[in-house]
């Protein structure tokens, strides 16, 4: 234990910062996984209590909402029920327990009999000060009708403004900010995001805090605007109306003329210093004509649109975008909710999978931690085996109550939709981009680009879609199930799956057209026709291109996978023409493996021999790299059947390359030099210069490793010549990375370190790190032949770091290279 006054400043900083960060015992006990009982001791045991925000029971407007505060706090010290009556006079565990379900709430006695309900808040075990035992005394006078303070004039008038949240949980960032734009004196501050992030919950929560309190002396309004509920918006002349009447005016001598309505409203509001929370807004002329011209005022709206248009009519506009909890809060959240009986043998992963399930959106784990306890039981049904058959499209407490279901809360968002953008949320929905361009949004929608960019820009405004820095788009995860659930209610399955092709056309069409201009020297390959509505992408250089393959990586492998669980077996293998060698130059490997198997069984399943063919070459690729030699071989035995069965001389010739480099692999540099030279005589009699640059490349490569390094230079020079006419970059840099071996091996040791640096400065540009480790492993020998010891160490530190990086074999060879004596 530390010493006391050690545990006195340790002490002494948990309260400061607790008051700072305006977090309570039981946020600091759910961070460091311990009791809120404990903390509360620890600030006692030095003088110090946690700081009490007025207000803090306000949330417990219900017996049972007070029963349960009191069941997690019994909690939290960790005793029993019987144990805490039997430390407790005058109390019985059948008391506690009736309390616990909000039953047989007691009155203040009325004589010298004893007051049961403030001895079991006494107890030393539930850690309560004296301010929040007189904070619950007045909840059990308020609840029991006995108030003191039913009529005070001076208490905080914010009679409409909903009860916290007892489950709220973290938002510390976003609670700060909203204090920061109170320091900065915003008159309007925005908070928006999807439905269910818990807009609403974090606007109730701050309207609450002793800050806002403190500032907005004369209370809050709060009005629900329903923008996005079932029924319409309420309308400004209504909903001004309303606030009125909560301001105390008589609606008998309300004005007829809604011009003097508005003039009255701003009157009154001149004199006072009033929170206004307007809730659920949807769009700037419902928000516009309530918004306080008094400069002593604050207007907090909350809304899923982004509502741009107030950025230009109110210059002291603060925005707040909401996202979903940190993982963290999320899974805090969920232990809160369910409790510590159902989550104390339970792995903080399966909590954090059933968090990720629901988004980290508050609305769905509150959801889902109701249906988990009141339909299932952690005996019966383990949370792992919630999460994996969890629904979300059907998640609800209950079939009477659609505000505390998910579907219907997001149905609202998507009814208020135009009609284009309706169909296009449920359409792009049907995909698993993780991101896209508008230009594939609107080969989706088969739309003209400038009419994709105004529906994208609609979903975005509606918060329906999130976009980055770079005009990229993306759903979040629990959107996307809900507009493909709309798209399967609302779009005919002719449409759906046209849909679905149209977005796999344009990735498959992009990717070729990329692939083309970024790696000229590879043998072209002819695409299916485009659907009605695809508008392909084209490239006028390599960098164009590079960038959008960088871009559409991820899109490309997500539509290989969708395209083979949707039955377009026939296109998988272009998409794995498209990213297979991408993977592998960034030593994505078992990314690669797995796409090469997902284009095997899908042109299996097509039956077209071609595909077959080259999805036999895609999975035989790896497994050379790897030193599966003889699965290598058994793959390209059955291509080269294939191949020759179809007279198709550019497959034959791609095998006889891929053989040599089995024949490499096993030492046999004679006959993989025999193979590149069956592969050049087929390339040059087809007239294909980018295979005969390759083996060229090749010939050179096995020459110098037969010891003929002075007939291995001419090839060589005549590949380089060929890729350069062409604009493949990397199959310059290959030949480069050759002849620096073909000089190393001739003794020119400075023209061989010139060959590999320039080899090595363009395998940097292209992004392909196992290049660049091998090259920088050999320069390495370079130096060391040399006799340059500490430039050999340098070169070979840099590449086993890389290599390690990939989880290559080759990087226990360059480690006994840095490890031999010298």
């Known amino acids: 234990m530390p010493p006391a006054d050690t545990a006195a400043r340790l002490a002494a900083w948990l309260a400061a910062h607790m008051e700072h960060h305006r977090l309570s015992a039981e946020e600091v006990a759910r961070e460091l996984r311990v009791g809120a009982g404990q903390v509360r001791a620890w600030l006692a045991a030095a003088g110090h209590r946690p700081p009490a925000a007025a207000g803090e029971f306000d949330h417990l407007d219900t017996p049972v909402k007070l029963g349960a505060w009191l069941r997690a706090r019994i909690a939290d010290s960790g005793l029993t029920v019987r144990e805490l009556s039997a430390s407790t006079e005058h109390v019985s565990m059948s008391t506690v327990y009736n309390w616990l379900k909000g039953e047989h709430l007691p009155a203040p006695p009325a004589a010298d009999e004893p007051d049961r309900f403030d001895l079991l808040l006494s107890n030393p075990a539930l850690g309560l000060g004296i301010h929040q035992r007189v904070q619950l005394d007045e909840v059990r006078r308020r609840l029991t009708g006995t108030s003191l303070h039913v009529d005070d004039p001076a208490a905080w008038d914010a009679r409409a403004l909903p009860a916290a949240n007892r489950s709220f ?22 908070v928006t995001g999807i439905g269910g992030v818990g807009k609403t919950g974090l606007a109730v929560q701050w309207a609450r805090s002793a800050l806002a309190r403190a500032t907005y002396t004369d209370g809050c309004l709060y009005l629900d605007l329903h923008g996005y509920s079932a029924g319409p918006p309420v309308d400004a002349d209504t909903a001004r109306l309303r606030l009125l009447y909560q301001l105390g005016v008589d609606p008998r001598r309300l004005p007829s003329d809604t011009e003097a309505q508005a003039a009255l409203y701003q009157r009154i509001l001149a004199d006072r210093r009033v929170l206004l929370v307007l809730d659920n807004a949807h769009g700037e002329p419902q928000v516009r004509p309530l918004l306080p011209a008094a400069p002593g005022c604050l207007a907090l709206v909350t809304s899923r649109g982004r509502l741009t248009g107030l950025d230009v009519t109110s210059p002291g506009l603060a925005r707040l975008d909401l996202d979903a909890l940190a993982d963290t809060e999320a899974t805090a959240l969920l232990r809160d909710l369910l409790g510590r009986l ?6 903080d992963a399966d909590v954090q999978a059933l968090a990720d399930r629901c988004g980290r959106l ?13 339909h299932h039981h952690p005996r019966r049904t383990s949370l792992a085996d919630y999460t994996a058959d969890l629904a979300l499209g059907a998640l609800a407490t209950g079939p009477d ?13 998507h009814r208020r939709l135009s009609p284009g953008a309706q169909r296009a949320y449920r359409l792009l929905g049907l995909h698993r981009a993780p991101d896209f361009a508008p230009a ?43 507009a493909a659930a709309l798209a399967d209610r609302h779009e005919t399955a002719e449409d759906r799956r046209a849909a679905v092709g149209r977005g796999l ?95 095997l069984e899908a042109s299996q399943r097509a039956g077209d021999t071609e595909a077959i063919a080259r999805s036999h070459r895609f999975v035989a690729h790896p497994a050379i790299r790897d030193g599966r030699v003889d699965e290598a071989r058994t793959h390209l035995r059955s291509a080269l059947d294939l191949h020759r069965a179809d007279a198709d001389a550019a497959g034959q010739a791609a095998v006889l390359h891929s053989l040599a480099a089995i024949e490499e692999h096993v030492g046999d540099y ?33 020459l110098a490793h037969l010891g003929r390094a002075a007939e291995a230079v001419e090839p060589c020079l005549q590949a380089l010549a060929v890729f350069e006419k062409l604009g493949d970059r990397g199959g310059a840099a290959l030949t480069l990375d050759t002849l620096g071996y073909i000089r190393h091996a001739g003794g020119e040791h400075d023209a061989a370190i010139a060959e590999y640096r320039r080899a090595n400065a363009e395998f940097r540009a292209l992004g392909r790190p196992f290049e660049t480790a091998g090259t920088l492993d050999r320069i390495g020998d370079v130096h060391a032949d040399a006799g340059d010891r500490a430039a050999a160490r340098a070169a070979w530190s840099e590449s086993l770091a890389l290599f390690e990086e990939l989880g290559h074999a080759v990087a226990d060879e360059v480690r006994a290279k840095l490890e031999a004596p010298e």
Not at 172 to 190: F, I, K, S
Not at 401 to 413: G, R
Not at 671 to 687: F, K, P, Q, V, Y
Request: hydrophobic residues 50%; glycine residues 8%.
């Open 169 to 190: 949980t973290g938002r510390r960032a976003a609670l700060r900010r909203l204090d920061r734009a109170l320091a900065d004196r915003a008159a309007l501050v925005l």
């Open 342 to 347: 159902a989550t104390k043998d339970v792995p």
């Open 362 to 374: 508050p609305l769905a784990i509150q959801i889902a931690a109701a249906d988990y306890l009141t």
């Open 401 to 413: 109550d659609p505000a505390t279901a998910v579907t219907p809360t997001l149905d609202h968002s």
């Open 440 to 482: 594939w949004a609107a080969s989706v929608v088969a739309e003209p680009i400038e009419r994709a960019r105004a529906l994208l820009s609609e979903l975005a405004q509606a918060n329906l879609l999130a976009v980055d820095d770079r005009g990229r788009y993306a759903f979040h995860d629990l959107l996307r199930e809900h």
């Open 505 to 599: 056309d344009h990735w498959r069409a992009g990717g070729i057209a990329a692939t083309m201009a970024a790696e000229p020297g590879r043998d072209p390959i002819v695409a299916r026709p485009l659907a009605p509505g695809v508008t392909p992408e084209v490239f006028d250089d390599y960098d164009a291109a590079a960038r959008w393959i960088d871009d559409e990586l991820e899109g490309l492998l997500a539509g290989a996978a969708h395209a083979a669980e949707a039955g377009f077996d026939a296109d998988v293998w272009q998409f794995a023409w498209t990213a297979a060698n991408v993977l592998g130059d960034r030593g994505q490997w078992s990314r690669q493996i797995e796409l090469a198997r997902l284009s």
């Open 670 to 702: 004679a006959a993989a030099l025999a193979c590149a030279e069956t592969a050049l005589a087929i390339d040059r009699d087809r007239g294909f210069l980018g295979g005969q640059g390759r083996a060229l490349n090749e010939i050179g490569w096995h």
